[in-house]
Nanobody, 114 residues
Framework: QVQFVESGGGVVQAGGSLRLSCAAS????????IGWYRQAPGKQRELVAT???????NYADSVKGRFTISRDNAKRTVYLQMNVLKPEDTAVYLCNFPLTLAPWGQGTQVTVSS
């Protein structure tokens, strides 16, 4: 059973930065593409960034140039460095394997004040 534990969220002013972490257990990690999602109140869950087993990355247009996804396979952890945060980045951030979704973790709340 895969388990994800997300952390690193908080309240930050617009223009600030946060670094999120997601630790995965119970499944093969290094060979799988993993991604960060976010869900804002009243909106659909959005895939914002992915990183493949070979560390190829992709980003949603809304975060391109501001967010950076990375992974540490030895720690079974994926990170999301978020810079130049905007109020519209406010959401719960979660991680998962986009090609074969596993049960969702609790996520970590990011709130950006203007």
């Amino acid at each position: 059973q895969v388990q994800f534990v997300e952390s690193g969220g908080g309240v930050v002013q617009a223009g600030g930065s946060l670094r999120l972490s997601c630790a995965a257990s119970g499944s093969t990690f290094s060979a799988r593409t993993i991604g960060w999602y976010r869900q804002a109140p009243g909106k659909q869950r959005e895939l914002v960034a992915t990183i493949s087993a070979r560390s190829s990355t992709n980003y949603a247009d809304s975060v391109k140039g501001r967010f950076t996804i990375s992974r540490d396979n030895a720690k079974r952890t994926v990170y999301l460095q978020m810079n130049v945060l905007k109020p519209e980045d406010t959401a719960v951030y979660l991680c998962n394997f986009p090609l074969t979704l596993a049960p969702w973790g609790q996520g970590t709340q990011v709130t950006v004040s203007s």
